[in-house]
């Protein structure tokens, strides 16, 4: 991010993880943030927190209200909040599990980009978290997995929509990130050390991600730096998704 660039920046999901490292960064570099997410997210300096879901179409309206009256405009929107609690195959994922990724994971952002647009200006930016695993499919997690791959497509039809008002759109497709909720599953598990090592394996660079490296990332497609870069989902994996063996496997 260059030292004068100092854009106004909506984040979903900031209470913790990644969209928390987004929100620090941007915050850290003198941006205007505004974070949401269902949790109220903790206090953070120069930045605005308010508690909501971004399916509701009330909560929406309240942070495009907050960042218009507070900021008289918007820059960034990063939509980084997501479902991850339906898993299941085919046969037996619950339906109300599958509705709800697909509202969290592809309608909402599309609502939030919707309701932002008026108030991005030419040279503003959209940053969508997808995930490898919308690049690929993953056995007993087909909502997680359909959802990840419409946001990615998504991404590119909003590039295109968006493109005649100067706005851009891009997607960050990570691979496992060392996140609060994934090292305490790791913790949790029977042999903790070796669902490390086997999550860590998945990565041709044989480790994990940490949220900052996908903050620098989604800070660097959101700059004036990217200015040429639109409708792309770039890879932030390790590897993963180099090779068709790493990326056949269970995450
Ligand atoms: N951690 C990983 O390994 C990984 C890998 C690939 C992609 N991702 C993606 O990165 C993004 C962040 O993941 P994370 O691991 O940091 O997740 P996380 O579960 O640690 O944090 C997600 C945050 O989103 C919030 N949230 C969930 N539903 C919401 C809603 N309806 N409205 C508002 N806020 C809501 C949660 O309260 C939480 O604070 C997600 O889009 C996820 O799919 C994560």
């Known amino acids: 991010m260059t030292t004068d660039w ?49 399916t509701s179409a009330a909560d929406i309206g309240r942070a495009v ?57 030419p040279g503003s930016a959209v940053v969508n978290v997808a995930s490898v695993q919308g690049l690929f499919a993953e056995q007993n997690n087909v909502a997680y997995t359909s959802s990840k791959a419409g946001l990615i497509n998504l991404t590119r039809s909003m590039c295109l929509d968006l493109a005649p008002r100067g706005i851009r759109v891009n997607a960050v ?15 949790e598990s029977s042999n903790p050390e070796q669902t490390r090592r086997d999550y860590e394996d998945l990565h041709a660079l044989r480790r994990l991600g940490t949220p900052q490296e996908v903050a620098e990332l989604v800070s660097f ?24 063996m790493m990326a056949g496997r269970p995450v």
């Not at 620090?24 to 930045?47: H, I, V, Y």
């Not at 405009?73 to 994922?93: F, I, P, T």
């Not at 497709?173 to 913790?187: N, Q």
């Open 6 to 54: 100092t854009p106004r920046v909506l984040v979903t999901g900031a209470a913790q993880g990644i969209g928390r490292a987004i929100a620090e960064l941007f915050a850290s570099r003198g941006a205007r943030t505004l974070l949401l997410d269902l949790n109220l997210p903790a206090p953070l300096e120069k930045a605005l927190c308010l508690q909501g879901d971004v």
């Open 65 to 121: 209200q907050t960042a218009g009256e507070q900021w008289g405009g918007l820059d960034v929107l990063v939509n980084n909040a997501a479902y991850q609690g339906a898993s299941g195959s085919l046969m037996d994922v619950p339906d109300d599990g599958w509705q709800r990724a697909l509202d969290v994971n592809l309608t909402a952002p599309l609502r939030l980009s919707r309701a932002c647009v008026p108030l991005m200006p």
């Open 173 to 187: 497709a990570p691979g496992a990130i060392a996140t609060e909720d994934l090292l305490k599953s790791v913790g």
């Open 221 to 244: 497609l959101a700059s004036p730096a990217a200015a040429f870069i639109t409708g792309v989902t770039v890879p932030i994996d390790g590897g993963m998704t180099a090779s068709f």
